[in-house]
T-cell receptor
Framework: DGGITQSPKYLFRKEGQNVTLSCEQN?????MYWYRQDPGQGLRLIYY???????QKGDIAEGYSVSREKKESFPLTVTSAQKNPTAFYLC??????????????FGPGTRLTVT | QQQVKQSPQSLIVQKGGISIINCAYE??????FPWYQQFPGKGPALLIA?????SEKKEGRFTISFNKSAKQFSLHIMDSQPGDSATYFC??????????????FGPGTRLSVLP
C-alpha cells in the first residue's frame, strides 16, 4: 500500500524546544516538500528537496531545518527560532515524468501546537 | 509572474446546485493545472488535472474548463453534495530545474454545500 506517512498526527511542545516531524514515502518519488498551513489559509512552502542530500529553502524557511539522507525520508525540524510554530504541517512528494514533476501528493499532515 | 489567483475565497451552494471556482495565472510557461480537494484536518488530495491543449476535462461530477487565451481555468462541481464541502486549491505546474518554484498553489476556496 503506497503512500506518504507523517507522524505523529498531533504534536504538543513547550516553547523553546526543537521538534522533528517525520515524513516517509514509499512511492519512489524523487522530490519531497514541506508546507505550512495556518487556519483558513493556503499552503506555504517551507523546504523542498529534489534529490538525496540536496534541499532548497522555500518561501518561509526561517526557523526550520530539514535533511534528506534517504530518498524515502524528509524530516522537518521546527526550531526554537521559529516565532510562531503552531500550525498544520504537510509533507508532499512528486515523481518525475518526462524529466519533470507534474503533480504533488500529500501526506495526512501533522498538527503542531506549541505553548 | 508565479502567482495563481483564485476566487471566490468562500462559496455556499445549495445541495444539487453547481459550484464554480475560478483561477487565473500570468506565467504562460505553466502547462499543467491540477486541482486539489482538502477536508478539514486532512492533507490535500489530487482531484483532477488538465493540460492547456484541452479546453475541458470531465471526471464524474467534476469538470475543469480551460481558457488558454485568457489564462484562466475553472472547476465546476455539478449536482453539489454536502460531502463536497471542503477547501479546493487550484495549482499550476511548469517545466524547469527549480522544483520549488515550478509548482504554485492558489490560495484556496472554502466550499460549503447546504443540505
Amino acid at each position: 500500500d503506497g503512500g506518504i506517512t507523517q507522524s505523529p498526527k498531533y504534536l504538543f511542545r513547550k516553547e523553546g524546544q526543537n521538534v522533528t516531524l517525520s515524513c516517509e514515502q514509499n512511492l519512489n518519488h524523487d522530490a519531497m516538500y514541506w508546507y505550512r498551513q495556518d487556519p483558513g489559509q493556503g499552503l506555504r512552502l517551507i523546504y523542498y528537496s529534489q534529490i538525496v542530500n540536496d534541499f532548497q529553502k522555500g518561501d518561509i524557511a526561517e526557523g526550520y531545518s530539514v535533511s534528506r539522507e534517504k530518498k524515502e525520508s524528509f524530516p522537518l525540524t521546527v526550531t526554537s527560532a521559529q516565532k510562531n510554530p503552531t500550525a498544520f504541517y504537510l509533507c508532499a512528494s512528486s515523481y518525475f515524468r518526462q524529466g519533470r514533476s507534474y503533480e504533488q501528493y500529500f501526506g495526512p499532515g501533522t498538527r503542531l501546537t506549541v505553548t | 509572474q508565479q502567482q495563481v489567483k483564485q476566487s471566490p475565497q468562500s462559496l455556499i451552494v445549495q445541495k444539487g446546485g453547481i459550484s464554480i471556482i475560478n483561477c487565473a495565472y500570468e506565467n504562460t510557461a505553466f502547462d499543467y493545472f491540477p486541482w486539489y480537494q482538502q477536508f478539514p484536518g486532512k492533507g490535500p488530495a489530487l482531484l483532477i488535472a488538465i493540460r492547456p491543449d484541452v479546453s475541458e476535462k470531465k471526471e464524474g461530477r467534476f469538470t475543469i474548463s480551460f481558457n488558454k487565451s485568457a489564462k484562466q481555468f475553472s472547476l465546476h462541481i455539478m449536482d453539489s453534495q454536502p460531502g463536497d464541502s471542503a477547501t479546493y486549491f487550484c495549482a499550476a505546474s511548469m517545466n524547469g530545474d527549480n522544483y520549488g518554484q515550478n509548482f504554485v498553489f492558489g490560495p484556496g476556496t472554502r466550499l460549503s454545500v447546504l443540505p
